[in-house]
């Protein structure tokens, strides 16, 4: 072989390899450019998992503070049922000491 036949043979491995080169650079562009996105995605999808964690710190703020209000309500509805089963009890004890004056007179 010649040395041009050997030159231009080089050269045209050397316009291949820059061919390679250049696809290669577009293509890590747009996986620049799909890794940028990504990066955005991740970043709204960790701000938005903070703010849901905020609401569902506040949601069970509020349940145990309605647990405690609920536990409230039943403790003086508990009160309630006694007062009127005492209640209950001491007009059944005058009605029955009403019906004995009755029966007396």
């Known amino acids: ?3 041009e036949q050997m030159f231009e043979k080089l050269m045209n491995e050397i316009q291949g390899v820059k ?7 577009g293509e890590l562009q ?7 996105e990504n990066t955005q995605l991740i970043k709204a999808l960790y701000h938005r998992q903070e703010e849901t964690d905020a609401k569902i710190e506040n949601l069970s703020h509020d349940v145990h503070q ?3 209000e ?12 006694k007062i009127l089963e005492s209640l209950a009890m001491r ?3 005058q009605e029955t000491e009403l019906r004995e004056l009755k029966r007396i007179k």
């Open 19 to 25: 061919e390679e080169v250049g696809g290669l650079k």
């Open 66 to 68: 309605i647990h405690q």
């Open 1 to 3: 072989m010649k040395v």
């Open 91 to 93: 007009s059944l004890e």
């Open 70 to 81: 609920l536990t409230s309500f039943k403790e003086g509805q508990e009160r309630q049922d």
């Open 30 to 36: 747009n996986v620049k450019s799909q890794l940028d």
